[in-house]
């Protein structure tokens, strides 16, 4: 995880037409400016971040199902639920699962463990929207590839 | 069973802040319920969810913007719940 660079995953270690599995490992607090704030003398990974890494969990599912063709944009959280603090270096698996599947948008389940203890879960609306530019999608398809997604070429 | 008009309008008044009594067969989602897009996405999930289809929300859209249709023809409540049993009887219909 780069925090500050809000690059979340890190590794997608299985995905199918439903499901999204993948891999994050928290940095240290040494240098790092989002630990740095939060919280001074009490380091912890910001709940608002661990939904976002669920959020792009969800991304790189629909982005796979959509065969890249289009960007997914989060569109709502519900049901979030933040049952554990995460310290830095602490290792996560996250899992996105599809829940449906409508025109325009998607609804999807996302979920952290760590260690095989649950860390949080949230419900999440994704719009697909056109990729607003041809840089975002050639940055999005090389992103994908460094993490292990399968990326056929552009039509 | 409840008519279609029905069941969307107390979907949409579960899922947004718009009370029942004010959605008639002759209210415009939008422009006279005041629904947003975000919340209007929670109701088709709700509508997708409730009759088992999937509302082309992104194909009527189209037809409007392309001059095929007008917006009157999906999105008053009476149009919407024809429409709505236009895609149920189009998936409960015998393929091939």
Redesign the interface.
């Known amino acids: 995880m780069r925090l500050e660079y809000f690059e979340m995953i890190d590794r997608i270690t299985a995905v199918d037409d439903n499901t999204l599995t993948a891999e994050c490992k928290v940095p240290g607090v040494e240098g790092n400016p989002v630990f740095a704030g939060h919280m001074p003398g009490f380091p912890l990974m910001p709940g608002v971040l661990l939904i976002e890494t669920m959020a792009q969990a969800s991304g790189w599912l629909l982005l796979h199902r959509l065969n890249f063709t289009r960007m997914p944009l989060l569109a709502s959280v519900k049901e979030a639920k933040l049952r554990s603090f995460v310290l830095p270096e602490a290792s996560l698996q996250v899992e996105a699962t599809l829940v449906h599947d409508g025109s325009g948008y998607a609804v999807t389940t996302g979920r952290i463990t760590s260690n095989g203890k649950k860390v949080c879960e949230v419900e999440l609306t994704l719009r697909a929207l056109p990729f607003p530019s041809p840089d975002l999608a050639a940055m999005v398809r090389d992103r994908a590839r460094s993490l292990g997604l399968t990326v056929p070429e552009p039509a | 069973m409840a008519s279609a008009f029905d069941r969307i309008a107390d979907l949409i008044a579960e899922t947004s802040d718009v009370p029942r009594e004010k959605i008639t067969p002759d209210s415009h989602v939008i422009n006279d319920l005041g629904i947003d897009s ?1 919340d209007f ?2 109701i ?2 709700a509508i ?2 409730e009759f088992g289809i ?6 009527w859209t189209q037809e409007v913007n392309a001059g095929r249709a007008p917006a009157e023809n999906f999105f008053v409540m009476k149009n919407l719940a024809i429409r709505v049993e236009e895609l149920v009887a189009a998936k409960q219909a015998p393929s091939g």
């Open positions: 975000l996405l929670d088709v999930f997708d969810k999937k509302v082309p929300v992104e194909a």
